[in-house]
């Protein structure tokens, strides 16, 4: 089975910047997509940014020009670089990817557990 495990997280002042990180392990064929989504009590989770095998990117217009989204193939990993974090930013972090067991399978996707952030001062 697949397993994504995310790391980073905590409570960060206004304004800070850390890194999201997020490694898949398991047995597979290939990671499409991957992608980090949050949720806050009473909300749907949301997408925040989501990146192709081929680099290409996508962001939530609330983070557009302060989160970047990156990854790593040769490590199965994928990040979210957190700049100018705000208080609404606070949330638990998911990381999500899409997975191909075998050449011309489905793919599938699998999430992490979650990670906390927590904008305060």
């Known amino acids: 089975q697949v397993q994504l495990v995310e790391s980073g997280g905590g409570s960060v002042q206004p304004g800070g910047s850390p890194r999201l990180s997020c490694a898949a392990s398991g047995s597979f064929f290939r990671i499409n997509g991957m992608g980090w989504y949050r949720q806050t009590p009473g909300k749907q989770r949301e997408l925040v940014a989501a990146?192709?095998?081929?680099?290409?990117?996508n962001y939530a217009d609330s983070v557009k020009g302060r989160f970047t989204i990156s990854r790593d193939n040769a490590k199965n990993t994928v990040y979210l670089q957190m700049n100018s974090l705000k208080p609404e930013d606070t949330a638990v972090y998911y990381c999500n990817a899409e997975i191909r067991k075998y050449f011309g399978g489905r793919a599938y996707d699998v999430w992490g557990q979650g990670t906390q952030v927590t904008v305060s001062s």
């Open positions: 990146i192709t095998s081929d680099g290409s990117t």
